[in-house]
């Protein structure tokens, strides 16, 4: 006898997969097995796809397990054809179905028979057992026809490997068509379902057949999906194109009637305008291997049409600037309690004047703060962190040390490479003059030819090394001075500077913002890396200053 499921009842739950549970399920089996003087078994019978049902695999399934049927005893009661993909527990729908009906025939089936362990499941030692658990609580073995899966210790050892390798062939197999399909995509063929008003084909090339896309073999949808973009190209309402392609019978790829959310995507897809972007192709836009319903340059036209109508069908609002010279510190400022970034705003008062303060967007947290004492604080804090005197001039002295020396060293590359671009540009010449020289030897002329590209690749390689050494030249004492000048007068440049340098000033003081209560000494901030070396350079002991005093020693 032989079935194919295809009903569509709910997937089986899979059970946790306990040892001693397993065991004692296999000891009850046992145990029938002595008092049975016949054991009805199940053959299931299982390949990747449908296509193999017609090959030879379930033949010599079939034949290898009533082979093994006879020789155990067993009377095979039912036969299942199973095709399909065994990667997925959510895609064997078909599969479950028969564990299913297997797990109903409690009591008069006591055996189910497969051809190999990978034909049971693929998915791992774990979801292996998991099965099998779920046949030993009825009172069902698993049986294999051509490996050796017993309840000996070395045969239980030996499935668990077997139930390893059918994971691993099958991650190998996914792994390799999937950068398989990768570099087709690259290419501009298409290797997954065809989209609306496209069909999937195979087109021959000289390394075999590939995956790609033709127009639908329904003539009227493929008109209908041109006359449509050509029409929303020249600016129609996409509202009303929309209705009136669906009244004139568009339909999606399900068959549904188009709608303005489904229309919308296929105007935005390159698909349509014969190119492709998606995730294989590094998000970026290739030219593809089919004709599109429009050409490359009228689908931009057309990207360009949709963004203008939706910029003129925008409710005039004016914009809400981050920067505000009212709130100098919003977004800046976090809240004490969650960290979430102030926002700043004012409220009109029952005489109607606005009150402005900065507060947290997160009601819970409380936080609500007027402008004028939050950037009081803010203010006197930076002038907390200003670096003094006697330490700039000290962290100028160290970077100027190391910057010289760095720069030296640099310098001192850049020059050898210099050299040894000279004295390539000149090997290119010698051999350029010589295969001028030799245009009757074809044999010379050819060694030439191959060190004239060795020389001329070495010339790249290094011109573009010794690009990249390249440093510019500027006064660093200079960039030094007016670096420092700034953080000297950091909390002056503020208050007198407009509200874009004030959020790039504070911003290179607290790189991530700064909490309130850090303001308030409460909690530390993170500060940039040029404040963190000035702590280092001041924590750090004074090398570079002597002793107060030298002791001498007394005379007997």
């Given at each position: 006898m032989s079935a194919s499921i295809q009903t569509n009842s709910p997937p089986l739950p899979m059970a946790r997969y306990n040892p001693d549970v397993y065991r004692r399920c296999k000891i009850r089996q046992d145990e029938q097995c002595v008092g049975d003087m016949q054991n009805n078994a199940v053959s299931i019978l299982r390949v990747s796809s449908k296509r193999q049902l017609e090959g030879e695999s379930i033949p010599n399934q079939r034949e290898q397990n009533r082979k093994y049927a006879a020789e155990k005893g067993y009377k095979i009661v039912r036969e299942f054809e199973v095709a399909e993909t065994a990667s997925k527990v959510e895609e064997r729908h078909t599969y479950i179905e028969v564990l299913e009906w297997v797990i109903r025939q409690k009591g008069a089936v006591q055996v189910v028979i497969i051809w190999k362990v990978d034909r049971f499941s693929r998915g791992g030692v774990h979801e292996y057992f998991q099965l099998k658990s779920m046949l030993a609580k009825v009172g069902i073995r698993l049986e294999s026809?051509?490996?050796?899966?017993?309840?000996?210790?070395?045969?239980?050892?030996?499935?668990?490997?077997?139930?390893?390798?059918?994971?691993?062939?099958?991650?190998?197999?996914?792994?390799?068509?999937?950068?398989?399909?990768v570099e087709m995509t690259k290419q501009g063929y298409w290797c997954r379902a065809a989209p609306t008003g496209f069909r999937n084909m195979r087109v021959d090339t000289p390394q075999g057949k590939r995956p790609c896309l033709a127009p639908t073999l329904d003539e009227k949808q493929w008109e209908l999906l041109c006359y449509g973009l050509r029409k929303q190209l020249a600016g129609a309402v996409p509202a009303t194109l929309v209705r009136e392609l669906a009244k004139k019978g568009l339909r999606t790829k399900t068959g549904k009637p188009m709608t303005a959310q489904s229309w919308h995507k296929i105007c935005r897809s390159p698909v349509y305008g014969g190119m492709n972007r998606e995730k294989w192709t590094e998000n970026r836009l290739i030219n593809a291997k089919w004709k599109g319903a429009i050409t490359s340059d009228e689908w931009h036209t057309l990207q360009r049409v949709i963004d203008g109508e939706k910029k003129s069908t925008t409710p005039l609002r004016k914009r809400r600037h981050r920067l505000n010279s009212d709130f100098p510190l919003r977004r800046f400022l976090r809240c004490p309690r969650c960290g979430t970034p102030a926002r700043g705003g004012a409220s009109r008062g029952k005489l109607g004047q606005l009150y402005g303060y900065y507060d947290c967007s997160n009601k819970t947290c409380g936080f609500r703060v007027k402008p004028k004492d939050a950037q009081k604080k803010f203010l006197r804090y930076v002038q907390k962190v200003k670096p003094t005197d006697e330490l700039l001039a000290l962290f100028n002295e160290i970077v100027m040390d190391v910057w010289s020396n760095t720069y030296q060293e640099l310098n001192r590359e850049n020059i050898e490479l210099s050299k040894k671009v000279v004295e390539l540009r000149e090997e290119k010449k010698k051999i350029i003059d010589l295969m001028k020289s030799a245009t009757g030897s074809p044999s010379l002329l050819e060694s030439l030819q191959i060190e004239f590209d060795t020389a001329d690749r070495q010339l790249k390689a290094i011109t573009s090394e010794r690009n990249e050494r390249e440093i510019e030249e500027y006064d660093a004492e200079m960039v030094l001075n007016y670096c420092s000048y700034y953080m000297?007068?950091?909390?002056?440049?503020?208050?007198?500077?407009?509200?874009?340098?004030?959020?790039?000033?504070?911003?290179?003081?607290?790189?991530?913002?700064?909490?309130?209560?850090?303001?308030?000494?409460?909690?530390?901030?993170?500060?940039?890396?040029?404040?963190k070396a000035m702590e280092e350079v001041a924590s750090a002991p004074n090398k570079l200053a002597a002793p107060g005093r030298i002791e001498l020693p007394l005379a007997d």
């Open positions: 026809a051509s490996e050796r899966i017993d309840g000996t210790p070395s045969g239980e050892a030996m499935e668990g490997l077997l139930a390893v390798f059918a994971r691993l062939e099958n991650r190998v197999r996914v792994e390799r068509t999937i950068s398989s399909e000297k007068h950091a909390s002056e440049l503020w208050l007198k500077s407009p509200v874009e340098d004030q959020d790039r000033l504070q911003t290179l003081i607290f790189p991530v913002g700064i909490h309130y209560d850090s303001l308030e000494n409460k909690r530390t901030p993170e500060i940039s890396l040029v404040y």
